[in-house]
C-alpha cells in the first residue's frame, strides 16, 4: 500500500524552479515530521529538508535561502519549493515521513534534472 506519493519532478535549467509535492494519508500526515531526501549519481542521500507537525523547518545548508518546505494540513501534503536550481541539484528527491534520521515511510522518489 503506497503511502506517500510524490510529483512534481522534471527537467528543468539552471536558476529555474520547481514544486515537488509529496501526498500522505491523514494518518501518517497528522503523526510525523515530513521531509526530503535526495540521492544524486555516485553520491550518498542528503537531506533536504524537513518539517515538523508544529511547522518547524529545517535545511541542509546547501539548499539554504534557495528551498523552501511546507505542509498543507487541510490536503496532508508536503511541499518543497525549490528556486534558484543548480545543476548540482540534480538528483532523486525521496519524501519521508519520520524522524530524519530514521523515516519510518518513503515516496518512490522523483527525479529533478537541472541542466541547460
Known amino acids: 500500500q503506497v503511502q506517500l506519493v510524490e510529483s512534481g519532478g522534471g527537467l528543468v535549467q539552471p536558476g529555474g524552479s520547481l514544486r515537488l509535492s509529496c501526498a500522505a494519508s491523514?494518518?501518517?500526515?497528522?503523526?510525523?515530521?515530513m521531509g526530503w531526501y535526495r540521492r544524486a549519481p555516485g553520491k550518498q542521500r542528503e537531506s533536504v529538508a524537513d518539517?515538523?507537525?508544529?511547522?518547524?523547518?529545517d535545511y541542509a545548508n546547501s539548499v539554504k535561502g534557495r528551498f523552501t518546505i511546507s505542509r498543507d494540513n487541510a490536503k496532508n501534503t508536503v511541499y518543497l519549493q525549490m528556486n534558484s536550481l543548480k545543476p548540482e541539484d540534480t538528483a532523486v528527491y525521496y519524501c519521508?515521513?519520520?524522524?530524519?534520521?530514521?523515516?519510518?515511510?518513503w515516496g518512490q522518489g522523483t527525479q529533478v534534472t537541472v541542466s541547460s
Open positions: 518539517i515538523s507537525r508544529g511547522g518547524i523547518t
Open positions: 491523514r494518518s501518517i500526515f497528522s503523526t510525523y515530521t
Open positions: 519521508y515521513a519520520g524522524h530524519p534520521y530514521s523515516p519510518n515511510y
